[in-house]
């Protein structure tokens, strides 16, 4: 497993990214890349890199630290949508 520190300019890349999220990286906090796909935080997995895409894990979004975007879907039209078929919204 090989992990590489963040430089403070690199940080602030990152913090850039995250905002979308929002979540936000202090000054404080040890970033580190692990294997070129997980970021890790004060030592704990954040953020997952795919290819150039930033991802939240999902303990970060669990305990409310990151945001994702969400719909609300009609409870008629749950089976449907659990079964594949397409949303579509107005």
Not at 2 to 18: C, D, I, M, Y
Not at 25 to 48: H, L, Q, T
Not at 57 to 67: D, I, T, W
């Amino acid at each position: 497993m090989r992990k590489v520190t963040l430089r403070k300019s690199e940080t602030k890349e990152l913090n850039e990214k995250t905002t979308v999220f929002g979540f936000n990286i202090s000054k404080n906090d040890k970033v580190e890349i692990i294997d070129e796909s997980a970021i890790s935080i004060s030592d704990k997995i954040a953020f997952f890199k795919i290819k150039e895409r930033i991802i939240p894990s999902l303990k970060l979004v669990l305990e409310g630290k990151a945001k994702l975007k969400s719909i609300i879907v009609d409870m008629g039209a749950v089976k449907f949508v659990v079964s594949g078929a397409d949303i579509m919204r107005p």
